[in-house]
Structures are given as structure tokens and as C-alpha cells.
């Protein structure tokens, strides 16, 4: 196949456009950061994405969860939680939020409580745009 395209040249059609991706991850490593987050839930919506790093599903969803998020939704700070390297602070996020352990999972916060939360594929069935 390396052949005929340097012949005939690549077709524009085998090209993929990559959609810009909006989501600007804030990295989640302390209980410091936590207790900021609970802070500053009380005047803005704030987000959780807990994701294992070897699971095949937090992978496509959290691909998934990038292109669905929308330039308007810029506002909206993520926060995301690499569960495996940080296993303690995954653990306060449930007791702090009441919200059982799941992973992928988001967490939505506004003033100090979990207004949404879901995991896996059901992820996607937030709107954001209605909780921020």
C-alpha cells in the first residue's frame, strides 16, 4: 500500500481531521487540592474525573469525555485523578462527596456536594453545560 500512495499520492479522504480538544485537565495529587476544590465549589461548578490508567474503558472514556467537551465549557475546571498512583486521595473524594468508589467516574461539585456523579459509559449522559 506504501507503494501506490507514493505513485498516486494520498487521497485527502484518508485523512482524519482531529477535533480540538477543550478540556483543560488540572491534575488532582493532594488532599490540599481537595480541600481547595470544596472551597471553591461554594461560587463555581468544579469537576472530578477519577481514571485508572490500565483500564481499557476509562481509556475510551475518558477520550470520549474530551471530545464532548465544548469550547463554551471552558469555565468549567476539571480536575483529574489518576486513581492507581494516588489510591488515599481517590478514597477521600468518595468519603468526602458520599459517593462510592467507581472508575472511570465523574464527580460534579457545587457547593460542597456531588450535584451529579456517574461512571463507565454513563459518563457521557452528564450535561455539563446544564450544571455549570
Given at each position: 500500500?506504501?507503494?501506490?500512495?507514493?505513485?498516486?499520492?494520498?487521497?485527502?479522504?484518508?485523512?482524519?481531521?482531529?477535533?480540538?480538544i477543550?478540556?483543560?485537565?488540572?491534575?488532582?495529587k493532594?488532599?490540599?487540592?481537595?480541600?481547595?476544590?470544596?472551597?471553591?465549589?461554594?461560587?463555581?461548578?468544579?469537576?472530578?474525573?477519577?481514571?485508572?490508567?490500565?483500564?481499557?474503558?476509562?481509556?475510551?472514556?475518558?477520550?470520549?469525555?474530551?471530545?464532548?467537551?465544548?469550547?463554551?465549557?471552558?469555565?468549567?475546571?476539571?480536575?483529574?485523578?489518576?486513581?492507581?498512583?494516588?489510591?488515599?486521595?481517590?478514597?477521600?473524594?468518595?468519603?468526602?462527596?458520599?459517593?462510592?468508589?467507581?472508575?472511570?467516574?465523574?464527580?460534579?461539585?457545587?457547593?460542597?456536594?456531588?450535584?451529579?456523579?456517574?461512571?463507565?459509559?454513563?459518563?457521557?449522559?452528564?450535561?455539563?453545560?446544564?450544571?455549570?
Open positions: 500500500m506504501g507503494l501506490f500512495k507514493k505513485i498516486f499520492g494520498a487521497s485527502d479522504t484518508s485523512k482524519k481531521e482531529e477535533k480540538k477543550y478540556v483543560q485537565w488540572i491534575p488532582l493532594t488532599m490540599e487540592q481537595l480541600e481547595a476544590i470544596s472551597t471553591l465549589s461554594k461560587t463555581e461548578t468544579v469537576a472530578i474525573f477519577k481514571h485508572s490508567t490500565r483500564c481499557g474503558i476509562s481509556r475510551s472514556v475518558v477520550k470520549m469525555f474530551e471530545q464532548s467537551f465544548t469550547e463554551d465549557m471552558l469555565g468549567l475546571k476539571v480536575f483529574y485523578l489518576d486513581l492507581l498512583n494516588y489510591r488515599d486521595l481517590s478514597n477521600e473524594v468518595g468519603y468526602k462527596f458520599q459517593v462510592m468508589h467507581q472508575s472511570p467516574q465523574l464527580l460534579v461539585i457545587k457547593n460542597e456536594t456531588a450535584v451529579a456523579h456517574a461512571s463507565h459509559y454513563d459518563i457521557m449522559a452528564i450535561n455539563l453545560k446544564e450544571l455549570i
